[in-house]
């Protein structure tokens, strides 16, 4: 018998806790799930004999490492910066430990420990960062073994809304947390390198420069850069790559719309409003237009959008962004504090929405003298509103590592990520089942 | 026989020491002058005997302590983060002090045991901070001597290069800290207040939102709004002033240009460019250009200025932005420090150039049912090299107010700035013979 020691049961838990489940009676494993809810977790394992709801603080060490010590396979789906105490724990009492999120410099430290201990520590195997790993570096290895040169890989990732329950003009709902959302990109510059030179693109052109992508059978999408492109370069092992750039996947209109916030100021988080709480969406739009005598808040809006912009107006006013009548009652707010109230109130997912998680990369490679091209992509939609897209995304990686792991089927140790084939292959393989398949297309590049 | 000390003799103290010596005698005051450079002292003291360069540590308490000890007043013109070390020793050793720099919240929190010891702490008694509260509480005062309202103030200043030294393109020249200009308006967005309306502008647009401002003989300038204007309000004691709004003033197609560096991410100095000791201008200008095949540097600038700001192009040629042959050789740069460096290298003062300062109130009030304007400028050219009007317009009215502290002149008590009249009255009126002269216009406001 196996014990799985699963620390935090949020939305991205469920399509973890459900694979394991289904598998425990034929593996013999028996999960121990801790959540500040216990309700949560109840809902999830609905009663399944192998699994138990605990309620200690999985924050407080002297709580947590008894529960460690009697894991096999600790899964830390707590937030990020939690994990880095939890993987201390884990070298200490010899236990292996998965999380789906990016490894911290702290986190990276651990390494030699963790080797000299013979666990492995494993991360980034969710969804970008995970998935996106996982197949682009199935590509890039099947290249190599070819013997082709990578000289351009552009990558592409994005929670939105499934075509079905996308029914607004920004053609975006909130499928995660809307505060990131609304502080996406700030502090530092977009980095990234085109054909052997370095690029910058600093925050106020970050939503104007966009990459056009067009998805075969799923329609168009448009990519902003994310901040940093440059550290995959060590990531995949293509240090001397001309041509490296990742973004971030909207639906057409999304980010020139947002471009209008940021431009404005209102995705501002680092003042407070006077008076915040008296302002309406209204007087949140007019304290970052220009004073102008007698003339209405539509009208000064117009100027500031121009001519050019002008079919951004009407996906504005859907928000209410002119509406009076009612303050946003929040005291003491940022301007991107408000922006978020305002967005919320008319992004969130309805009930019966499903979501939807769409990646894309396009590879360059020399090949015997010849330039090809290899475009890669994959769309998963959402189940229902609690196996989302984004549940499945990044907890069926988690799971099939786990089951991996318990099997005796990864050899690696330390403190390491899902970029090696022994590890990728056959989770890619398995995520077939789950209807998360990427469709390759293979290309000759003209001159 | 009075002793005074001087923390600090670094540029904007000359004045200040040529004020005092000259007074020294009549007075019968001695002046004991420490800097980290003596030399610079000696220079400036011209073995005066009245005057003595000393060379302890004025950053280490129990250095500076002795000294405050036996002094009667001392100012500080120490960078601004040292002023509250040397009030606290001023306040145990029942010490007068001036400071031209603003008041921090540390600062004052110091009122009240100023006080108690019966100490004046004078700040804020250079330009931008000084002469323009001065000034501005001149007129406002008068006006509310005859029973008006106050219902719009708009102030600029600006310290610039002289009409007579004005030759190049950006009509600017570093008269002061060149790394504070480049990153001047960072952090948070510029907050004013306009009819009774808040306004925000983020740093994306500060450049680009100007006020055009004529001054008679002295010409044509454009002022960029300060970050934060709402904090005069209870300086003035205009509370409830419909439109508050200060500004920085540049001659025209400085700002225009300086908004195109924000505008491409030259001015972020919260990250490091990736070898950037490698980095030619021209280098530095296309990393924050898209990429565009067969295209050179030159036009894609260009296309990035668009046809409405094509004017620029010339004074971006003229900085060597577009030079290829030179790397900065600077590692380990952010962009703001190679934008720094590119400006310096063309815009630093010549030999023989002589600064100008310039200030602008605006004023709008009503009395008697009728709406009034009270326009006020002064503009001050430096006398050479030493003795410029940075240097002017900083010392004079810190060495005036201490002759006004030592002669018993002045009663307050506390942290303060110079907003009583009994202070900055005869001040104004000294200052006149420095040519430091406020030009004021008076005209009744059509509707």
Known sequence: MKTILILGAGLSASSMIRYLLKHADSYNWNLRIVDQDKSLIEKKINGHKRALALDFNALDPNERKPEIDRADLVISMLPA??????????????????????????????????????????????????????SAMKIIHEIRDKGGEVTSFKSFCGGLIAPESDNNPWHYKFTWNPRNVVLAGQGGAASFIHNGEYKYIPYNRLFDRLDRIDIAE?????GYPNRDSLSYRST?????????????????????????????????????????????????????????????????????????????????????????DESFGFPNASPAQLLEKLLVRKMSLEDNDKDMLVMYHEFEYKLEGVNRKIVSSMLNIGEDEVYTAMSNTVGLPVAICAKMI????????????????????????????????FEEHESILED
């Open 236 to 324: 995949y092992g293509l240090e001397q790559i001309p041509t490296l750039y990742r973004g971030t996947l909207r639906r057409p209109n999304y980010c020139k719309g947002f471009h209008v916030f940021a431009e404005l100021g209102m995705t501002d988080d680092s003042y407070k409003l006077f008076q915040s709480e008296n302002i309406t969406p209204r007087a949140f739009l007019n304290a970052f237009l220009p004073y102008r005598k007698g003339i209405s808040v539509e009208e000064k809006f117009k100027i500031f959008l121009r001519e050019d912009r002008m079919y951004l107006y009407d996906q504005f006013e859907w928000l209410g962004i002119f509406e009076k």
């Open 218 to 222: 799923f329609g168009k999408f448009e």
């Open 406 to 437: 318990l099997t005796g089927q990864i050899h690696e140790k330390g403190v390491t990520l899902p970029v090696n084939k022994p590890v990728y292959k056959p989770i890619l393989e398995e995520l077939k089942a789950f209807n998360i398949t």
């Open 81 to 134: 910066r939690f994990h880095v105490e939890v993987a201390k724990d884990c070298i200490e009492l010899k236990k292996d430990l998965i999380t789906p999120s990016y490894i911290s410099p702290e986190m990276r430290a651990l390494h030699e420990d963790a080797v000299s201990k013979g666990i492995i520590i494993m991360n980034e195997i969710g969804v970008d960062p995970g998935i996106d790993h996982m």
